[in-house]
């Protein structure tokens, strides 16, 4: 199994990898930065452990003889398509962590680093280009690259992906940063936004940065306003 590919694909030994992993960096939070007052505390709460939790009795059920339906089957593999990404993500911030050693990093089933030890990962110094085309009804394609690049660029060195606000308003207008009061995260560009069709001739305006594996935030975007079709 490469390091690129050192997630396994069965179910068991994927859960047991998670189980490692908990069992590892829920005793020591504090420690690697998830305290409960950090960004990175608050997403594990709010974002990551909920589908885990999810994931763990879909696994039990599925795991047990006298449950193990094809709809069990079918409920597991939902929920790790959920929480899969979450824990790359997850993986990927503690080896971003200057507080997680490869030894730790080891001990809780993550390869170590290639190289540079405990050095992390900056935050982006620069915001993200945008494009943007309308792809259907209600549809609205965003393509994010590093500065000069083009829409096949890859995003900027070093970092996990872009933070998107948002907010749909009936008028064309001038739009301040924080009227924007929706987000979205995405690794790989493009970002598609998907609205309803009551939604149509009104606008949307978003704006990006770029975010590294510690949750650290580079500068904002311009703000862009489409028109939903």
């Known amino acids: 199994m490469t390091r690129e590919d050192w997630v396994p694909k069965s179910q068991t030994k994927f859960y047991a990898l998670t189980e490692k992993t908990f069992a590892g960096l829920l005793p020591n939070k504090e420690k690697y930065g998830f305290g409960s007052a950090t960004d990175n505390g608050k997403w ?7 589908p885990y939790a999810d994931l763990t009795e879909s696994f039990r059920v599925w795991k047990d003889k006298d449950t193990r339906t094809n709809l069990a089957r079918i409920n597991l593999v939902k929920d790790r398509e959920v929480f899969e990404p979450l824990y790359r993500r997850l993986a990927r911030i ?7 050693s490869d030894s ?7 390869p170590p680093r290639r190289s540079g030890g405990n050095t992390p990962t900056p935050k982006a110094d620069e915001e993200p280009e945008l494009e943007w085309e309308i792809i259907g009804k209600g549809r609205v394609r965003v393509y994010f690259f590093r500065k000069g690049g083009n829409r096949r660029s890859a995003k900027l060195k070093g970092q996990h992906g872009v933070e998107f606000w948002w907010v749909i308003l009936p008028e064309h207008r001038a739009v301040f940063i924080d009227e924007l009061t929706h987000s979205e995260f995405d690794t790989r560009s493009p970002y598609t936004f998907e609205f309803s069709d009551r939604l149509s001739g009104q606008y949307l305006y978003f704006a990006a940065r770029w975010e590294n594996t510690r949750s650290e935030k580079g500068p904002w975007s311009e703000i862009v306003a489409v028109m939903i079709p």
Not at 104 to 110: D, Y
């Open 44 to 50: 594990l709460v709010d974002d990551v452990m909920p």
């Open 94 to 100: 503690l080896k971003e962590s200057i507080s997680v």
């Open 104 to 110: 730790q990093l080891e001990a809780m089933g993550i």
